[in-house]
């Protein structure tokens, strides 16, 4: 790196990059980081052109006109990749400082002047660097999208905003729970239980907690921030009880090869699983859905994404539990997409802060 | 340079070091000694800032290994007993990653790489991948990265174990070489011979208390009871053996295999006076020579194998 950038890095923010530079050096190198990118993409695309291929069967799409279909595509598109950030990106943030320690690397760096900042802060730029990669890989899909109509630009921005807020969180929580964890296996099945329970628990827990408090109004008792602070606390104890269980389980049943495999498997399981109950057929969906707490369906990754591109909640929270006809002033889309995205901004920053006092507590 | 006094951990109810106090000076090459479980390794990591202690302090160059943990770091160099190297990455660019972790300037750190792998014959691997290098080298590597900010106290954890006798030779001309670097090197190691020549203190530490501490040759001699001499002659052996045993000097004179084992007790610097006496008395002296410090000897001595 450019001597006079290391050092304006170090005088305006006290971060060493060489941690970043290192980094940079060990996963871009090799046929993975490609191997990922273009399986990435070759995903991101079938899917949309999956979503198309009822268009070429006749000229309306489920009930759909045909200045819809651009934006169809693009939700498609959009919805994939929130899929494959949150199960790419949780595999290489939990096992950058876990595996580390594993390989005995850690404890000579640490033995040196870098700070747990720089460890951190390096490790989850890096981590991010290459899922905002895997995002912008997918922009020519995105125009192609726009040129089918019915998408203007600024909601491009806002998906791809968001993916990139969601982005920092995972990566930020998979950095946490490395820091935590005395292993890398331990780090990224704690990583994928949290981000599990936090889909199902954004959906399943405030409908079954937060009807009783609704007031006569019809609107949540609690603004966004304090349902979001319940729902991510709630999404932590889970995932880990679900990470000390099937620790405990595999440990005894399998090797450790196996017990990854069979791990990433039941992650996998679930995710699908959750996507079933989520999704806008599923039934936790229609069940939230009917308690009116779009706030906090948002708060679920997908249903955030929704929300910031103007999906069913964003009606919902433009014109309150009544719909368009309830005659309720409609906030404008750019706030729902800047509480959304802030909040999963804090959320990110905060785990981050969380990771580097935790590294600099438990050391190598 | 490196002063400890009563420093203490504790990991649960084992003592792993207790109450343990020595000083090292500028310059000195210690040796570490003791057996597994002793407490070595545990006393060199919290010297490296990375275990806090549970009592007692340490200072290295005058900084407070708890209060100033960041000046401790830039003045010393660390290598650990077990470590792992990073695949798919470049011997220099393994040394650059180090170097600007110590936050060496990145015009300085080219020129500093090549230092570090002439001093560490690794020159010729500069562009080879790290995971390739053999076992030897990745522990000269190790070695060169704790030099790379030029420290001026070395903590080295066993730097030779699990290598064969060949690299083992050169780890040990590396260290000499860092010696007349006047470099203060802090050693523990299980090859008591290979301390012997590079060391000029020990330290022996067992079940985490200090046993014994000093110069070398010191510890020896008291130990032995004086400074034990082996002389050759070409003829007359029992005789010159009898001539010894009568000299006030001499508190004990043995036959040994072709030669006169005998330990003298006189005046510090006046062995000379031996030589002179067997001479006069017309023995037809071929060699005389102190013995080395055996400190495997001294060490099945003094210590009991509780941590073994």
């Given at each position: ?364 | ?227 034990k001499l082996i002389i050759r002659t070409s003829d007359r052996l029992e005789e010159a053996c009898r001539f010894l045993a009568?000299r006030?000097?001499i508190?004990?004179a043995e036959l040994g295999e072709g030669c006169i084992e005998c330990?003298y ?6 062995q000379h006076s031996i030589l002179t006496c067997l001479v006069q008395a017309g023995f037809p002296v071929q060699s005389f020579s102190e013995e080395e ?16």
């Amino acid at each position: 790196m450019n001597a006079a950038i290391e050092a304006g890095l170090y005088r305006a923010f006290r971060l060493n990059p060489c941690v970043a530079v290192h980094e940079l050096r060990l996963r871009m190198r090799g046929w993975r980081p490609f191997g990922v990118l273009l399986v990435y993409s070759c995903i991101a695309t079938g899917a949309v052109l999956i979503a198309l291929i009822p268009l070429t069967l006749g000229r309306r799409y489920f009930g759909t006109e045909f200045f819809q279909v651009g934006r169809i595509a693009f939700a498609t598109l959009a919805h994939t990749q929130l899929t494959l950030i949150m199960l790419i990106l949780p595999a290489y943030a939990a096992g950058a400082i876990a595996l580390e320690r594993e390989k005995r690397t850690l404890e000579m760096l640490r033995a040196t002047l870098v700070t747990p900042f720089d460890v951190v802060t390096g490790k989850l730029v890096v981590v991010l660097a290459f899922g905002a990669t895997l995002l912008i890989s997918s922009l020519p899909v995105a125009a192609w999208c726009m040129m089918l109509g019915g998408i203007a630009p600024d909601e491009v921005f806002y998906a791809y905003s968001f993916l990139l807020t969601v982005a920092l969180f995972v990566a930020a929580l998979g950095m946490m729970c490395s820091a935590v964890m005395k292993r890398s296996m331990g780090a990224i099945v704690s990583t994928y239980g949290i981000l599990i329970a936090l889909g199902v628990l954004s959906m399943v827990v405030p409908g079954i907690l937060m009807i009783p408090m609704m007031s006569s109004s019809g609107t949540a008792a609690f603004g966004p921030i304090a349902a979001f602070a319940i729902v991510l606390v709630m999404a932590l104890v889970t995932g880990w009880l679900v990470y000390l269980v099937v620790r405990a389980v595999l440990r005894r049943l399998l090797g450790p090869v196996r017990a990854l495999l069979a791990a990433l498997l039941a992650v996998l399981v679930a995710l699908v699983w959750m996507w079933f109950l989520i999704s806008p057929s599923g039934v936790v969906f229609k069940a939230v859905e009917n308690s009116q707490i779009p706030w906090l369906m948002a708060l679920n990754p997908y249903a955030g994404l929704s929300s910031v591109m103007g999906g069913v909640i964003a009606e919902m929270l433009a014109y309150g539990p009544g719909g368009p006809m309830s005659g309720r002033a409609s906030p404008p889309t750019a706030l729902i997409w800047a509480v959304i995205t802030g909040l999963y901004l804090l959320a990110g920053a905060a785990l981050w802060a969380g990771a580097v006092k935790a590294f600099g507590r438990r050391g190598y | 340079m490196i002063e400890i006094n009563g420093l203490t951990k504790k990991f649960g109810n084992l003592v792993a070091v207790n109450d343990l106090s020595f000083r090292i000076e500028r310059g000195d090459a210690f040796g570490f000694v003791g057996p597994n479980g002793a407490g070595k390794t545990t006393t060199i990591k919290m010297l490296a800032t990375l275990l806090p202690p549970d009592g007692g302090s340490a200072t290295v160059n005058g900084h407070d290994v708890v209060k100033e943990p960041e000046a401790v770091r830039a003045c010393i160099g660390y290598m650990p007993d077990f470590f792992g190297v990073y695949d798919d990455m470049k011997v220099w660019e393994y040394l650059d990653f180090f170097a600007a972790a110590y936050r060496v300037a990145a015009q300085k750190r080219p020129q500093l790489i090549r230092d570090v792998l002439e001093l560490t014959d690794l020159s010729h691997k500069r562009d080879d991948y790290v995971d390739a290098l053999s076992r030897g080298m990745k522990q000269r590597l190790c070695l060169a990265k704790t030099l790379v900010h030029d420290p001026d106290v070395l903590l080295l954890d066993e730097p030779a174990s699990g290598l064969d006798p060949r690299a083992r030779i050169e780890i040990r001309e590396l260290l000499q070489e860092l010696v007349k670097m006047d470099k203060t090197i802090l050693i523990s190691s299980h090859i008591l011979p290979e301390l012997a020549e590079l060391c000029n203190k020990i330290a022996i530490i067992e079940g985490g208390k200090l046993v014994l501490a000093g110069d070398v040759k010191e510890i020896s001699s008291q130990l032995a009871g004086g400074l034990k001499l082996i002389i050759r002659t070409s003829d007359r052996l029992e005789e010159a053996c009898r001539f010894l045993a009568e000299r006030p000097e001499i508190a004990s004179a043995e036959l040994g295999e072709g030669c006169i084992e005998c330990v003298y007790r006189g005046p510090e610097g006046q062995q000379h006076s031996i030589l002179t006496c067997l001479v006069q008395a017309g023995f037809p002296v071929q060699s005389f020579s102190e013995e080395e410090a055996d400190l495997e000897d001294l060490y099945m001595r003094l210590t009991q194998g509780m941590g073994s």
